[in-house]
Every structure is written in structure tokens, then in C-alpha cells.
């Protein structure tokens, strides 16, 4: 996926579970942000991080929490208290040299049983 | 809050016809603006984009085009293939920022 790793690809999950994405990059990038799709709907930003140690909210943060102890490394958590947690879990990567553009992979689905 | 407006959410068009989908977005401030086709099961593929000093941008069959007073945005594809059918999400973002504000998709079929 062109320096960006998301596992699982596919995840089940029982409800009042949390369960963790994983997303790894190879790419010495900064920056590495978390999205979630919804069926027949556009992406939206949960998280997003610029540098180690540091992240952001974003429009949907509710119900995730993310660590970026490491550079290569953003996983995000969905914990419990996500109330529809069944979705599309994108991660995507910068393009080279601040252009503004996100590259994303196959991402991984979570469904909730 | 910022949006991104998509229309139409559904587009069929017979094989070769022209399709055309457009988007209106809300922050003035937004000054890049990429495309995205999405197949099944896959994740968004960028396609095109178009920055806001440049009112159209062209890559062989599909174009861009940027009217930065209305605040709108069209994707348009000719000579239409079965293998452009996919659903298509424009977005919107800001300079410095990777945070992009995403339509809500046009499921395109394209008519053999």
C-alpha cells in the first residue's frame, strides 16, 4: 500500500468490545490521520496526528482513542462507548513534498456482531 | 461548519455518453480540491485534483473544473467505459492542512 500497512483488513468485533486498528508507515512521514466511511457515505476524519506524542481530534473523535508513541505507528482504538462502530477504517498516507494530497489503502472493516 | 454538497448521488449514462458530477462546498478558505473513485471493497483512489489558482485541469478522459466565486467543483468524464463505473467522492481541504472535507458520493454506471 505504498508505505502505509492497515491490519486487520477485516475485524469482528462483539459489542461492549474495543478492539484496535493497526496502521504502520515506512515512510519517515509526520503526519498520519484516521477516517472512517460509512456505507453510501463520504469519509470523515477521526484523528489525525503531526508529530510523536501529539494528535488531534477531528469531526468524529467520540468514542476513538488514538497513541503516537512512535512515528511509524498510529493505531486507533474503538472502544465501547462507539456507538455504531461497524464501518470502513481508512488510513492514508501524504503525498511527497507538502502537496496536499492523501493516498488511501484498502483499509480495514469492522463489523460488530 | 464547513460541507461539501455532492450531486447527483446516482448517475447512469450509456457507454461513451459524457458524465458529469458536481460539488459546491462552503469554506471560502478551501483552496484544493481532489477526486476520488472508490470500487468495491477498495479504498478511495485519487483520480484528479485541482488547486485554486488553476480554473481547469485535464488527464486524458476526465477533467476538473473550479469556479472559486460560485464555490463549485465538477468532475466530468467522456467517453464513458463499464470500467468508470464506481461511486466518485469529491473533496475539499485547505492549505497546510490534510484535513479534507468529503462529499457524500456519486454511484456512477455506465451502460454497455
Known amino acids: 500500500d505504498g508505505g502505509i500497512t492497515q491490519s486487520p483488513k477485516y475485524l469482528f468485533r462483539k459489542e461492549g468490545q474495543n478492539v484496535t486498528l493497526s496502521c504502520e508507515q515506512n515512510?519517515?512521514?509526520?503526519?498520519m490521520y484516521w477516517y472512517r466511511q460509512d456505507p453510501g457515505q463520504g469519509l470523515r476524519l477521526i484523528y489525525y496526528?503531526?508529530?510523536?506524542?501529539?494528535?488531534q481530534k477531528g469531526d468524529i473523535a467520540e468514542g476513538y482513542s488514538v497513541s503516537r508513541e512512535k512515528k511509524e505507528s498510529f493505531p486507533l482504538t474503538v472502544t465501547s462507548a462507539q456507538k455504531n462502530p461497524t464501518a470502513f477504517y481508512l488510513c492514508?498516507?501524504?503525498?511527497?513534498?507538502?502537496?496536499?494530497?492523501?493516498?488511501f489503502g484498502e483499509g480495514s472493516r469492522l463489523t460488530v456482531l | 461548519g464547513e460541507n461539501v454538497e455532492q450531486h447527483p448521488s446516482t448517475l447512469s449514462v450509456q457507454e461513451g455518453d459524457s458524465a458529469v458530477i458536481k460539488c459546491t462546498y462552503s469554506d471560502s478558505a478551501s483552496n484544493y480540491f481532489p477526486w476520488y473513485k472508490q470500487e468495491l471493497g477498495k479504498g478511495p483512489q485519487l483520480i484528479i485534483d485541482i488547486r485554486s489558482n488553476v480554473g481547469e485541469k485535464k488527464d486524458q478522459r476526465i477533467a476538473v473544473t473550479l469556479n472559486k466565486t460560485a464555490k463549485h467543483f465538477s468532475l466530468h468524464i467522456t467517453e464513458t467505459q463499464p470500467e468508470d463505473s464506481a461511486v466518485y467522492f469529491c473533496a475539499a481541504s485547505k492549505s497546510g492542512t490534510y484535513k479534507y472535507i468529503f462529499g457524500t458520493g456519486t454511484r456512477l454506471k455506465v451502460l454497455a
Open positions: 496526528s503531526q508529530i510523536v506524542n501529539d494528535f
Open positions: 515512510l519517515n512521514h509526520d503526519a
Open positions: 492514508p498516507r501524504e503525498g511527497l513534498g507538502n502537496t496536499g494530497e492523501l493516498f
